[in-house]
């Protein structure tokens, strides 16, 4: 079955960077978009940033461009997020998310649990 | 980017019929068919309820449907139950190569 687990989350302070990692197994990892998406405590959903499948292509929020950068390892099936310049907004749980597949990269079928970052000093 | 409008809240009785609209505009919900719907219970993660706005990933009840009419799309939760009450969240591709997400719908079954 597929299973996304999420780590690296933890309480940082502003300013400084994290990283967070996402351990993908139960499907040809190499074959999928995957996507980071946000919630803040109490707050609603936020797409943070997608990678094609063969990591070709990189989009990312708004609130996020210029300071977070998506990466992934196709030999390791593992899915990165890198958090630079964090800000007390960015406190968040991060979610590592697979598309459906078949071309359908917009919409997001596979859940992790997500994984706490809290930005405060 | 400003996200998808949604009502904060609505509510049913069991076995009734609710829609849920998501209104955006031509650089999002209008222009592309790439709406998709997602429930999340307390302190769960999201599921995907829909997909290419009326899609339904196997195993979801077709008791879920959707729909898009120019820059909104509804959801719609027929014979309504109490596994249903939940928060719901549309989204839409945007023309920026982006996801916007709308802000939520908390759905209460009286």
């Known amino acids: 079955q597929v299973q996304l687990v999420e780590s690296g989350g933890g309480v940082v302070q502003p300013g400084r960077s994290l990283r967070l990692s996402c351990a993908a197994s139960?499907?040809?990892?190499?074959?999928?978009?995957m996507h980071w998406v946000r919630q803040a405590p109490g707050k609603g959903l936020e797409w943070v940033a997608i990678?094609?499948?063969?990591?070709?292509?990189?989009y990312y929020g708004d609130s996020v461009k210029g300071r977070f950068s998506v990466s992934r390892d196709n030999t390791k099936d593992i899915l990165y997020l890198e958090m630079d310049s964090l800000r007390a907004e960015d406190t968040a749980v991060y979610y590592c998310?697979?598309?459906?597949?078949?071309?359908?990269?917009?919409?997001?079928?596979?859940w992790g649990q997500g994984t706490l970052v809290t930005v405060s000093s | 980017q400003s996200a998808l409008t949604q009502p904060a809240s609505v509510s049913g009785s069991p076995g009734q019929s609710i829609t849920i609209s998501c209104t955006g505009t031509?650089?999002?919900?209008?222009?592309?068919?790439?709406v998709s719907w997602y429930q999340q219970h307390p302190d769960k993660a999201p599921k995907l309820i829909l997909y290419?706005?009326?899609n339904r990933p196997s195993g979801v009840s077709n008791r879920f449907s959707g729909s898009k009419s120019g820059n909104s799309a509804s959801l719609t939760i027929s014979g309504l139950q109490s596994e249903d009450e939940a928060d719901y969240y549309c989204?839409?591709?945007?023309?920026?190569?982006?996801?916007?997400f709308g802000g939520g719908t908390k759905v209460t079954v009286l």
């Open positions: 139960g499907f040809t990892f190499r074959n999928f978009g």
């Open positions: 989204s839409s591709y945007t023309r920026s190569t982006t996801i916007l």
């Open positions: 998310t697979r598309d459906p597949g078949g071309g359908s990269w917009q919409s997001m079928l596979y």
């Open positions: 990678i094609w499948s063969d990591g070709s292509q990189k």
């Open positions: 290419e706005v009326s």
């Open positions: 031509s650089s999002d919900i209008g222009g592309y068919k790439y």
